[in-house]
């Protein structure tokens, strides 16, 4: 065979090689990209995003439109040569395998966490817009989870409301840690709580709950490394009533960044007027219960699929300025926002017209 014949066909089976190693050869990494974006104040699957009832509400117009990312499963194994194609790919983003799923976290585990947040930053959503329309919410601490095999098992249960702990009453989900923390482990701990049960039963008849139980737990060590903390093993959590009836019907999304743009729908129906002035808005952010805006994920993804689905304004958290001025689609305006007092200013000159001064995101934030 000709040395020329012979390199050539070595060279060949060696691309192939190659080309085989890519495709078997799994690498720890994930894909995220643009997933699918909802307007807050239109329908979803056939019916309305945000359902009220008990309040006057009025005619909205233009999107306030929610983002997402779609990711690879937690399961998923991705190949070399997909990998190479993500990097390369505009629209996709390639992020170690951990980063997504830190921990050995399962695809379970991480559809659990993701439903409670975004449950989570539906309660916050109603209560920073009722707050900043001036429309007073009734708050409690309450038990959010129980730790399995831990003290508390059995003896506390998710959603009591916690009335006090050793006779001290708690007004903030962070005085239950810090008063069983004055204890040392072993000792015990009273907790005067309102059950579960009798706290719904008292909500669907509109009435205070006024049955309590004292329950005494003992602790434990914490297993930090160091100085060991007495815990009982529960998080704490709050809970409102609202003085009508506030749904937000959105299936298969997850997380906690929907905040704000539920929050701003929220607001929307519920004043005169159309706070976009028929302008396609979409943003991102969570928000906590006074209208604080926080960062969010993947917001490279969101500004891309947001853009291609029509939007002109892109509300962005002040913490995700920076990563999404790097790469900004053609056409979309980002607008800076640290509150929900932010996003309702920089609507109002939105709808004006008047955008010369609207916050902007640069490379440095």
Same mark, same amino acid.
């Given at each position: ?251 298969? @999304? $997850? ?5 704000? #743009?539920?929050?701003? /729908?929220?607001? !929307? =129906?519920?004043?005169?007027?159309? %706070? &976009? ?15 604080? @805006? $926080? ?5 490279? #993804?969101?500004?891309? /699929?947001?853009? !291609? =689905?029509?939007?002109?304004?892109? %509300? &962005? ?49």
């Amino acid at each position: 065979m000709p040395r020329r014949t012979a390199t050539m066909l070595a060279s060949t089976l060696m691309l192939i090689a190659l080309l085989c190693a890519g495709v078997f050869i799994p690498v720890p990494y994930s894909e995220m990209s643009p997933g699918p974006t909802v307007n807050t104040l239109g329908e979803h699957g056939g019916e309305p995003v945000l359902q009220i009832s008990g309040h006057k509400t009025y005619p909205t117009s233009g999107n306030l439109n929610m983002t997402t990312v779609r990711v690879t499963s937690a399961g998923y194994r991705m190949n070399l040569v997909e990998a190479v194609y993500g990097w390369l790919a505009h629209d996709n983003k390639i992020v170690p395998h951990d980063t997504l799923y830190p921990d050995g976290k399962t695809e379970q585990q991480s559809t659990q966490e993701n439903a409670e947040e975004f449950s989570q930053s539906q309660e916050s959503a109603k209560v920073a817009a009722l707050k900043e329309l001036g429309v007073p919410v009734k708050a409690w601490v309450i038990v959010s989870t129980v730790v399995k095999d831990s003290p508390a098992e059995g003896r506390l249960h998710a959603g009591d409301v916690i009335k006090d702990v050793d006779g001290t009453t708690v007004k903030e989900p962070s005085d239950v840690a810090k008063l069983v923390t004055k204890h040392k482990p072993g000792d015990d701990v009273v907790f005067t709580i309102v059950p579960a049960k009798e706290q719904a039963a008292a909500e669907k008849a509109k009435r205070t709950a006024t049955t309590t139980e004292k329950v005494t737990i003992t602790t434990k060590a914490s297993e930090d490394k160091g100085e060991k903390r007495a815990i009982v093993g529960i998080s704490a959590g709050t809970d409102h009533t609202f003085p009508f009836s506030i749904d937000i019907k959105l299936a298969d @999304v $997850g997380g906690p960044s929907a905040g704000l #743009m539920f929050a701003l /729908g929220i607001y !929307d =129906k519920l004043t005169p007027g159309s %706070l &976009t002035g028929g302008t396609f808005v979409a943003g991102t952010g969570t928000i906590d219960d006074e209208g604080t @805006v $926080g960062p969010i994920g993947g917001i490279e #993804m969101k500004t891309v /699929g947001a853009r !291609d =689905k029509g939007a002109q304004y892109f %509300l &962005t958290p002040a913490d995700n300025c920076a990563a999404a001025a790097e790469d900004t689609p053609s056409g979309l305006r980002l607008v800076k926002v640290k509150t929900i007092a932010d996003a309702l200013d920089a609507l109002k000159d939105i709808r004006s017209g008047d955008t010369a001064d609207l916050p902007k995101c640069t490379t440095k934030g």
